[in-house]
């Protein structure tokens, strides 16, 4: 297990570490544990082997009475809670984020080429340059930049910025020549522009180097595909950052099978600073692999693959989340399935038969109803066996379905945030009745479901306190709505952490191992400056992480 | 509806009331109103009629243009929220403790005298003076008074004081010599004691007015039964507190026949300020009045009776309680049923055939069990009838009991200060296996039952707020301990409004009158000073009640 201990986490962790090397057993204590066991809630300190698994929880004497040659881990007044799981998160999305140069805030052009110079220092040669959050609004001019202002500094490594709003691409001359042939020549010259998107172009038809919505897949679609190095730098940049917020487990939900090569090459090399579990994307080549080799799990504890990651529908925001009525804001529009009842059967009959977790991406109310009929279907008279399938998100609901849930004993993997960020919206998308049943995490849990909580990272933020917070007032980083957008559905600081917790390591078939402080568990817990269930739910945003541990190693400390 | 409003209920109130009488309709609006009422979980403004009805509820100038002559009742940014209602307190005991003189905190015998002759200025001649409060250890002499010490005050008043902790009483030789004879023989020589309690004596053995423990028994006992007067007094005091703490519906468990008929007479002079849903006491006379005469409703819509309210246990405190085990700390005893598993069914199967509905006081997990089991075999293929059985208290279960609450569609009437009160020894009763089961309010709605919840007062205060308090923190008024005791059990503030609100509605078979505000219910609300919904949950025991209004009347009005 030490030898897991990831060369990229550096040699401050392993510093770290280093105390617990010395002794066989470490006895942690704290201003309080919360186990999330229900036979033992609290307690005082804990004691771990070497091998990071749970020897006993009590007393703070007791334990070092029982251990008296144990090494010491006080942490003050601090709270010690079970390591947090994002049950539904993008890793290597993440890790991309920050493989993009900040460019927010920049107030000149000058500074933003300042910021990439910088930036691509550590960047191989012809590697595309990358970078995110641009504002021409900052700048003296005020105007759209131009592929030539960026020109000078990279006449040959391409560049590609994205502007604050996501809306709009910057690239350079390097970055349009790398577009296919065809599609390069109507950049030149001409007026075409393409479906839901513009070119910006000069007087002579000249494409500027600005890509607006629709047009920026045109460079997007130009860049070569990741080499493993840059692959794995993203899952390795993604797993710090949410060890960083306290996270010490993530299900990855859609991991290609190049990206599972890339996860096992760095777990072979004991460089996965938390748990991952992996959903194979989409009915694909990773769940042919997954068929024909079985449900995989590596020696070293820290990845696994097990399930199968589908997508019935689109997104809400887009109006791409397939209804069952019209949208309310856009008669005439249910959204869209991506897969027809019939395939989504077909697959998840696969699935079952190879003995894989089914877990469906499900927006909207027929979205939904699809997926649970399908569910329904090919479960059959095994609907009460251990088979944990999952719905992520299972934003928008009928009434009839949410009971569903509980009788399939399907689990509702959800993403509180989602719902603090749709509230400006989403009832212009399905009105006033409908809205009832969405973000629906009370009556889901009133008829028996199960929640799994998660982010969805890097739609919204890794950061896991936002959504103890999110789930536990429904308001924004404000507080507004006062009171909470559909109070009735706020779930309590308890059920918040047993969703990112207890409930999610039970959706990834992990109850055993993680998710509760118990023994004979992994020592995987944070370190908080707070007791999340002693304050004011209005400040679950605000709680220190004062460190992450990992089998009972340190895989964050707070500097 | 306007002649209901009691004479008791002051001139001030009455005035209060005259803006309503001399408009049709009366547009209430607030900085928000929580309706509780899904359809339409938020407003502004809401109108009603002069009987009391909600007519619409909405944005404020949609309300004010559509009823441009109503008279407005503008409560500022205070919220308002459905009246509540405590689904299980006993009003004629809340009122007699406000007919007790209140000796708390007197510093010396002179000052006891002294409120003792002031409150029985108001007195009836030859009425007993009862008191509670006084403690000798605030007192120079820091002994114990004897009846000579009120004699001379009240030579033919019988007096009969409660001490500051209940455990002893203080008697006049007034009251003494109601005792019955036989046993008064016994007080004025001998060492005779009665069980469980003691007689202090003086050296030539005479009683000397102090009576320990059950000894105090022998005075209560020989206290003449309530006459009318008396009795509708408790009743309009009792009354009167539950509408100062926010309250517009009580259901007062337990009620005997001369209670009711005090209610009634109440009811037809209009002197009741809430709604009070009556249990009948106990398999007696009330529940044979029932059946003779059917269900009961007072025509003007303030008093119902429909329920009778039966016991099958006693308290954990005391260890009666009827338990399958032993108690933790009392090996050997199980505590006691009050009725045989039998004579429960008996009393249920004649209830059914009368169609009146059950309430079933049970504390113990055999209590509870009796009773469901009794329930079951009672309600055979009638379970998914709307019968809406009730346990009151519910307070020690079994894992397994637990859902069956749902499946018999038997209501969870709970009372969260109970839990905060008997924290602190609950778990010595029965163990730190057992308590996982206990005051489980979130394990109960989590298996898909429904909590009404009340106070049990004057056993707890009446004032809701602090219910709402411990359902949402499980924390003492000190806020310990930190985190809550049993977290995981806590429920949000939305559901703790719900189960003093729509849930009790639902439980006294109201909810299309009450517990929610709707069109065409009535204009039961509350206006508080802060949003209990917005606020730390913390801070819900200092909500400040401002008004409260049944069909649209201010029954109370903070001074």
């Known amino acids: 297990m030490r030898a897991m ?37 609290q307690a005082e300190a804990m004691a771990f ?21 144990a090494q010491p881990l006080d942490v003050g007044d601090a709270t010690v809670v079970p390591g947090l799981i994002d049950a539904h998160g993008h890793v290597a999305g993440l890790g991309l984020t920050q493989m993009r140069a900040d460019l927010v805030g920049a107030t000149s052009k000058d500074e933003v080429l300042a910021r990439l110079r910088a930036f691509a220092a550590d960047l191989p040669e012809g590697a595309w340059l990358l970078g995110r959050g ?26 590609w910025l994205t502007r604050i709003d996501g809306h709009a691409g910057w690239a350079n001359t390097a970055a349009m020549e790398a577009i296919d042939q065809d599609t390069r020549a109507r950049l030149t010259q001409g007026d075409w522009q ?11 038809g000249r494409a500027t180097g600005i890509f607006v919505d629709g047009a920026m897949a045109l460079v997007d679609a130009a860049m070569p595909p990741m080499d493993a190095a840059t692959a794995q730098r993203a899952l390795a940049l993604g797993m710090q950052a949410a060890v960083e917020h306290g996270l010490t487990g993530v299900h990855d939900a859609g991991v290609s099978l190049q990206q599972l090569r890339g996860y096992q090459a760095l777990a072979d090399r004991g460089e996965m600073p938390l748990r991952v579990y992996a959903m194979a994307d989409g009915d694909s080549e990773a769940l042919a692999w997954l068929c024909e080799n079985g449900v995989y799990a590596h020696p070293g504890g820290r990845l696994q693959m097990r399930t199968v990651k589908l997508y019935i529908d689109g997104a809400l925001g ?12 856009d008669a005439g529009n249910r959204g869209l399935l991506l897969m027809s009842p019939k395939q989504m059967v077909d697959a998840a009959a696969r699935a079952k038969d190879c003995g894989v977790q089914v877990a469906t991406h499900a927006i909207g109310d027929r979205g939904n109803q699809v997926v649970l009929d399908a569910y329904e279907q090919v479960l059959g008279d095994d609907r009460g066996s251990d088979h944990r399938w999952r719905i992520e998100h299972a934003q928008i609901l009928t009434e009839a379905d949410i009971p569903r849930f509980a009788e399939l004993g399907v689990i509702a993997s959800m993403q509180p945030t989602h719902a603090t960020s749709d509230m400006p919206w989403a009832a212009d998308r399905v009105g006033s009745e409908r809205i009832q049943w969405a973000y629906a995490w009370r009556k889901l849990r009133d008829a028996g479901g199960r929640l799994s909580l998660g982010s969805d990272f890097p739609v919204e933020s890794v950061d896991p306190r936002l959504g103890l917070y999110a789930a536990a007032t429904r308001t924004d980083a404000q507080g507004m709505p006062a009171g909470g957008w559909m109070p009735q559905e706020k779930l309590t600081a308890w059920e918040a952490l047993r969703g990112f917790t207890s409930d999610a390591a039970w959706a990834g078939f992990a109850e055993d191992e993680t998710g509760r402080l118990a023994v004979g568990r992994r020592a995987d817990f944070v370190v908080l400056g707070q007791d999340p269930l002693a304050i004011d739910p209005a400040q679950l945003d605000e709680l220190d992480v004062l460190a ?10 707070r500097p």
Chains 1, 2 share one sequence.
């Open 49 to 69: 082997d070497a091998d990071g698994r749970i020897l006993a929880l009590g007393e703070r004497e007791t334990l070092f009475a029982k251990y008296p040659d």
């Open 5 to 41: 201990l990831g060369l990229m986490v550096a040699s401050t962790l392993l510093a770290m570490a280093m105390p617990a090397l010395a002794a066989e057993v470490t006895v942690l204590s704290a201003g309080r544990i919360h186990t999330m066991d229900a036979s033992q809630p």
């Open 548 to 557: 992450t541990y990992v089998d009972g190693e340190a895989v964050y400390r």
């Open 194 to 204: 393409p479906d839901g998107g513009r070119i910006v172009r000069d007087a002579q």
């Open 134 to 159: 641009w504002d021409q609004n900052d700048w003296p001019e005020r105007t759209f930049p131009t592929a030539a202002d960026l020109d000078v500094a990279f006449p040959d490594r391409p560049v």
């Open 318 to 329: 887009s109006r791409g989340a397939a209804m069952i009525e019209d949208y309310s804001d």
